[in-house]
Each structure stands twice: as structure tokens, then as C-alpha cells.
């Protein structure tokens, strides 16, 4: 295809769309360190997660015998698929390489650290999940990020008045 030019975007980006994102991560975490990761899922989960009918907000992640799970994630059910319907909030197998689960997981078994979801998308027809490895926030560290978050943007108000 000679004739194609491409514009800045990539193909992947036009592929893929973001269905939920965990919004009180990025609020709760200093996030140190993400991955895109497959997950496991029924059929009826993917209908339900095409349909925006998740919820991530509460879910972790955990490193189970050498294999990474996805815990407390809320898919409904999907109302068409009948006896053949998933449990809302059994836990979900995530596909990782095995060198991608020692480098990520090591990260998360030291104290305070945790893996936490930020998002689910759909990459090329798949359901993907980022992680991250988390350090959770005092509440006196969400303050002060609050208030410096605060103080740019009337930092940038005012430039822009001037």
C-alpha cells in the first residue's frame, strides 16, 4: 500500500476503546509502574462488559501460584444468557508472560505495595486490563496532592488572563 500515508496516530489506538477506568486509583496510589494485561473471561462477561456493565473500582489484583488474579471485579450479568450466566465477582484469571509476572509481582509483595486495575479496554476485539503496582496514600499525602493540583490550576489561570 504505497498510497497510505498514516497520521499520527497509530492503528492500535483507533482499535481500541476504554470501557471503565478506576478513577480512585490514581487518587488513593502513587502508582509506580503499569502493564497491559489479557484476562480470562465467559462469554456473558464480554457481552456484559460491551454493554459498560462493570465496575472496577474495588477490585485487586493477587499472585497466586505463580499466576496473577484479578479479585472483587463487578461484571453484571447478562440478562439474555440465562442458566448459562458468571458469578458478578468470582475471580478472573489475568494472562501474563511468566518473566512479566516475576518483575511485576516482586514489585508488589514488599510492604505497602498492591497491584491495583486502572482500566479496562477492548485492544483489537480483546478485553485488556492495565495494572499497576501501587503504593497507597496517607490521607495527609491526598491533601497535599489535592492542594498542589489546586495551586496549578490557578497558576494557569491566571497566565492565561494576563
Known amino acids: 500500500?504505497?498510497?497510505?500515508?498514516?497520521?499520527?496516530?497509530?492503528?492500535?489506538?483507533?482499535?481500541?476503546?476504554?470501557?471503565?477506568?478506576?478513577?480512585?486509583?490514581?487518587?488513593?496510589?502513587?502508582?509506580?509502574?503499569?502493564?497491559?494485561?489479557?484476562?480470562?473471561?465467559?462469554?456473558?462477561?464480554?457481552?456484559?462488559?460491551?454493554?459498560?456493565?462493570?465496575?472496577?473500582e474495588e477490585a485487586y489484583a493477587r499472585v497466586e501460584n505463580g499466576e496473577v488474579w484479578l479479585h472483587n471485579a463487578?461484571?453484571?450479568?447478562?440478562?439474555?444468557?440465562?442458566y448459562l450466566n458468571h458469578e458478578r465477582r468470582r475471580?478472573?484469571?489475568?494472562?501474563?508472560?511468566?518473566?512479566?509476572?516475576?518483575?511485576?509481582?516482586?514489585?508488589?509483595?514488599?510492604?505497602?505495595?498492591?497491584?491495583v486495575p486502572l482500566a479496562l479496554s477492548f485492544s483489537r476485539g480483546k478485553v485488556k486490563v492495565t495494572l499497576a503496582v501501587a503504593k497507597g496514600r496517607k490521607s495527609y499525602d491526598k491533601r497535599d496532592k489535592i492542594l498542589k493540583h489546586e495551586d496549578q490550576r490557578t497558576i494557569r489561570e491566571s497566565m492565561k488572563r494576563r
Open 1 to 56: 500500500m504505497a498510497g497510505k500515508k498514516s497520521s499520527g496516530k497509530s492503528s492500535e489506538d483507533s482499535n481500541s476503546r476504554i470501557v471503565c477506568r478506576n478513577r480512585r486509583a490514581r487518587h488513593n496510589f502513587d502508582i509506580l509502574d503499569e502493564i497491559e494485561c489479557g484476562i480470562v473471561l465467559r462469554g456473558s462477561e464480554v457481552k456484559s462488559i460491551r454493554d459498560n456493565q462493570v465496575n472496577i
Open 74 to 82: 463487578d461484571i453484571a450479568e447478562y440478562p439474555q444468557a440465562t
Open 91 to 115: 475471580p478472573r484469571k489475568l494472562l501474563l508472560h511468566r518473566r512479566e509476572i516475576h518483575k511485576f509481582a516482586e514489585g508488589a509483595l514488599q510492604k505497602g505495595m498492591t497491584l
